[in-house]
């Protein structure tokens, strides 16, 4: 089974300060991994995937993540945040290959925009 | 595309009762997905449907729980009877077998459920 870690339950960063939010994943097989973020009361919007590929996979709202498969790790990065980043990031990973097996989620990453 | 339907958007019950949760997929889509979302265990994933049949219900947490997907358009979980350790935010998402990797797995607004 697969198992993620997200090492940091709360971040504050200035706005427009840069910031990475840390994921390492566990697993005996090839995965694929999602950042998704939730803003208070919605559901979860998908930020952006690897499936393979170049490591450095760009999502929506300027945030982008590497992949490294020697550390486990899928961090997210930003340049400069905003107000609007204000939200909780979830990390997930799921078994790569066909079909669609069901994501596992990390306990999440609250991202706190300071002005 | 109205993306993943939730209803109802907020529901409040007394113990005991039972709560009917209902979800609409993407059209087209043919994995469904129920999450259950704590403060404490975080995204949990309680069961998951491939083409209206269920495939892995081992998150299911006890029998008071049920799914059924009774067409590629809907389905429901159920809890009967509800408890007060049961209040959590609901989600249901789809997916489409192969892409579903792809494109991710869309989530809806999901059911905000406290049982009192």
């Known amino acids: 089974a697969q198992s993620v870690t997200q090492l940091d339950s709360q971040v504050p960063v200035f706005e427009e300060a840069p910031v990475e939010l840390r994921c390492n994943y566990s697993?005996?097989?090839?995965?694929?991994l999602f950042w998704y973020v939730q803003y208070p009361n919605q559901g979860l919007q998908l930020l952006l995937k690897?499936?393979?590929?170049?490591?450095l996979v760009k999502g929506i709202n300027g945030f982008e993540a590497e992949f490294n498969k020697s550390q486990t790790s899928f961090h997210l990065r930003k340049p400069s945040v905003h107000i609007s980043d204000t939200a909780e990031y979830f990390c997930?990973?799921?078994?790569?290959?066909?079909?669609?097996?069901?994501?596992?989620f990390g306990k999440g990453t609250h991202l706190i925009i300071q002005p | 595309d109205a993306g993943v339907i939730q209803s109802p958007r907020h529901e409040v019950t007394e113990m005991g009762q039972e709560v009917t949760l209902r979800c609409k997929p993407i059209?087209?889509?043919?994995?469904l997905f129920w999450y259950r979302q704590t403060m404490m265990r975080g995204l949990e994933l309680l069961i998951y449907?491939?083409?209206?049949?269920?495939?892995?219900d081992s998150g299911m947490p006890e029998d008071r729980f049920s799914a059924k997907m009774p067409n590629a358009s809907f389905s429901t979980l159920k809890i009967q009877p509800s408890e007060p350790r049961d209040s959590a935010v609901y989600f249901c998402?789809?997916?489409?077998?192969?892409?579903?990797?792809?494109?991710?797995?869309?989530f809806g607004s999901g059911t905000r459920l406290t049982v009192v």
């Open positions: 997930a990973v799921t078994l790569s290959g066909g079909g669609a097996d069901g994501l596992t």
């Open positions: 690897y499936l393979s590929g170049s490591t």
């Open positions: 697993s005996s097989v090839s995965v694929y």
């Open positions: 998402a789809s997916s489409l077998a192969g892409q579903g990797r792809t494109y991710g797995y869309t």
């Open positions: 449907f491939n083409n209206n049949v269920p495939i892995d």
């Open positions: 059209s087209g889509h043919d994995y």
